[in-house]
């Protein structure tokens, strides 16, 4: 069985667009590296998911809290 190992993130003094970029990102490497065993979780973030996700005329102009 192989090692497993957790990295957890604390951040501390980022804007609100900073901390949006850093969790579409993260989810994007979530859904890229899961077929290589690799579980990324990003409890309480869905809203800002689902609006980094939208395209067009459904996007905001503003990113969610």
Same mark, same amino acid.
Request: hydrophobic content about 35%; charged content about 30%; cysteine-free.
């Given at each position: 069985? %192989? *090692?497993?190992?957790?990295?957890?993130? =604390? &951040?501390?003094?980022?804007?609100?667009?900073?901390?949006?970029?850093?969790?579409?990102?993260? =989810? &994007? *490497?979530?859904?890229?590296? =899961?077929?290589?065993?690799? =579980? &990324?979780?990003?409890? %309480?973030?869905?809203? &800002?998911?689902?609006?980094?996700?939208?395209? %067009?005329?459904?996007?905001?102009?503003?990113?969610?809290?």
């Amino acid at each position: 069985m %192989g *090692m497993s190992r957790k990295i957890t993130l =604390n &951040i501390k003094g980022e804007s609100r667009k900073q901390y949006t970029t850093l969790i579409l990102e993260l =989810n &994007i *490497m979530a859904k890229k590296w =899961n077929k290589f065993g690799v =579980n &990324i979780k990003l409890p %309480g973030q869905e809203k &800002i998911i689902k609006w980094g996700q939208k395209t %067009g005329k459904d996007a905001q102009t503003e990113a969610p809290n």
